[in-house]
């Protein structure tokens, strides 16, 4: 079993930055592709970033060039760092993570919130 814990959410002016962090217990990281999801109010929920065992990252068009997802195996946490932020990155976000063999995301945090304001 994995557990993660979400943090860095807040409330934040359109064109700020805030750094999101999930830190895990339970397994290392390290054995895991990880991803950053979220969800706002009437919407469903979307992949926003992942990143591969080997560190190979991918984006959702609505945040590249703005978000970077990157991690610290020693540490057992994964980042999203947030920049550029524009009123509709409005959502609850959730890290996830799952084995190489697995088809879905097994493992998902409890959620932070982000608000930007404009």
């Known amino acids: 079993q994995v557990q993660l814990v979400e943090s860095g959410g807040g409330l934040v002016q359109a064109g700020g930055s805030l750094r999101l962090s999930c830190a895990a217990s339970?397994?290392?990281?390290?054995?895991?592709?990880m991803g950053w999801f979220r969800q706002a109010p009437g919407k469903e929920r979307e992949r926003v970033a992942t990143?591969?065992?080997?560190?190979?990252?991918d984006y959702a068009e609505s945040v590249k060039g703005r978000f970077t997802i990157s991690r610290d195996n020693a540490k057992n946490t994964v980042y999203l760092q947030m920049n550029s932020l524009k009123p509709e990155d409005t959502a609850v976000y959730y890290c996830?993570?799952?084995?190489?063999?697995?088809?879905?995301?097994?493992?998902w945090g409890q959620g932070t919130q982000v608000t930007v304001s404009s």
């Open positions: 339970g397994r290392t990281l390290s054995s895991y592709t």
């Open positions: 996830a993570a799952r084995r190489i063999v697995a088809i879905q995301y097994e493992y």
């Open positions: 990143i591969s065992l080997s560190g190979s990252t």
